[in-house]
């Protein structure tokens, strides 16, 4: 029990104490099953390379390093850096840079579209403009035509109210004109039989005033 106790407390320590740390710029490194270079070698390390620091031994100079999750080694601690090795960091940076050669590429290509739609924008914007002044004076005739419009056609609704006024008046002069003629008719008319009757009695008179004279005569004779 005591036995298990104490390596669930190494591992544990070890665990809180695992740190991480970079080989150093030399082209490979040795691990080795112990702390010494008498140990055999389990594994080698490439420059640059990013491993896990379990436990630094001050006196031997070695630090146990975890190469996987089942394996363990010792490297010499003074391969080991904190920080990455100016080779890695040269690698990042060049690739970071390559990645940057791309965006600035891309972005390159992209203002170059944006300004060759920025042109045809300001072209369409320029056309637009032009287009809205011609329809502002096509407006401003517009405006005026329909003003003339409507005045004429209010003159022509006076117009046509003078028409149908004068055509009325027309009607009623007419009508009093036919009521004249048809008066004037019935006036000769009447002249006319007054005079024809006035003619018969006098065809029925005349004849019997000359007999009664005749008569006058004789009798005196």
């Known amino acids: 029990m005591k036995k298990i106790l104490l390596a669930i407390a190494i591992l544990t320590s070890t665990a809180i104490m695992a740190e991480s740390a970079y080989v150093s710029d030399e082209l490979e490194i040795m691990v080795h099953s112990g702390k010494s270079s008498g140990h055999r070698i389990i594994a080698t390390l490439k420059g640059g390379k990013k491993i896990n620091v ?3 031994d001050a006196a031997s100079g070695y630090s146990r390093v975890k190469l996987s ?9 003074r391969s080991l850096r904190k920080t ?10 060049e690739v970071s840079l390559a990645r940057l050669k791309t965006k600035f590429s891309t972005s390159n290509k992209q203002l170059t579209e944006l300004s060759e739609q920025k042109g045809h924008l300001d072209s369409k914007v320029s056309t637009l403009k032009n287009q809205n002044i011609s329809l502002s004076r096509e407006l401003d005739q517009l405006k005026d035509t329909s003003k003339n419009a409507v005045e004429i056609l209010e003159e022509r609704n006076q117009l046509q109210q003078r028409v149908v006024n004068v055509e009325r008046e027309f009607e009623s002069l007419k009508r009093e004109n036919d009521n004249l003629i048809n008066s004037d008719a019935q006036d000769w008319f009447l002249a006319g039989a007054g005079v024809l009757l006035f003619g018969i009695i006098l065809g029925f008179i005349l004849p019997k005033l000359s007999w009664r004279k005749k008569t006058s005569w004789q009798s005196s004779y």
Request: hydrophobic fraction near 35%; glycine fraction near 4%; proline fraction near 5%.
């Open 54 to 56: 379990i436990e630094r």
């Open 69 to 77: 999750e089942t394996r363990e080694g010792w490297v010499l601690s």
């Open 84 to 93: 990455p090795s100016a080779k890695s960091r040269l690698a990042k940076a």
